[in-house]
Nanobody
């Protein structure tokens, strides 16, 4: 079973940047589909950015983060990243890394229910 460990969260002011990292224990079928999800207090978990593939990633972004967030994957380091720029207070949430071996429909890429393996989460707080 793949292990996922997030890091890089913190407290920043609006307009600042953070980079989240997700170290994964194996680079194989179970990490072919990976993504970042977030859950704010009182809200459902939502997809933020996902990446399918090993080198030539097929990526998907939530409309709310397009142009500000970038997902990437370093296979040599077994690490998934989320570069977050121009952060806004509404980005405040616990951010989770997830992985699965099979997400057959592209319209499911941002659906948390499509992923089997999850990290423990890292808190991101954006406040002035």
């Amino acid at each position: 079973q793949v292990q996922l460990v997030e890091s890089g969260g913190g407290s920043v002011q609006p307009g600042e940047s953070l980079r989240l990292s997700c170290a994964f224990s194996e680079n194989g079928a179970t990490t072919f589909y990976m993504g970042w999800f977030r859950q704010a207090p009182g809200k459902e978990r939502e997809g933020v950015a996902t990446a399918a593939g090993r080198r030539n990633l097929v990526t998907r972004y939530a409309d709310s983060v397009k142009g500000r967030f970038t997902i990437s994957k370093d296979n040599a380091k077994n690490t998934l990243y989320l570069q977050m720029n121009n952060l806004k207070p509404e980005d405040t949430a616990v951010y989770y890394c997830a992985a699965d071996s099979d997400v057959p429909r592209t319209d499911e890429f941002l659906n948390p229910a499509a992923y089997k393996y999850w990290g423990q989460g890292t808190q991101v707080t954006v406040s002035s």
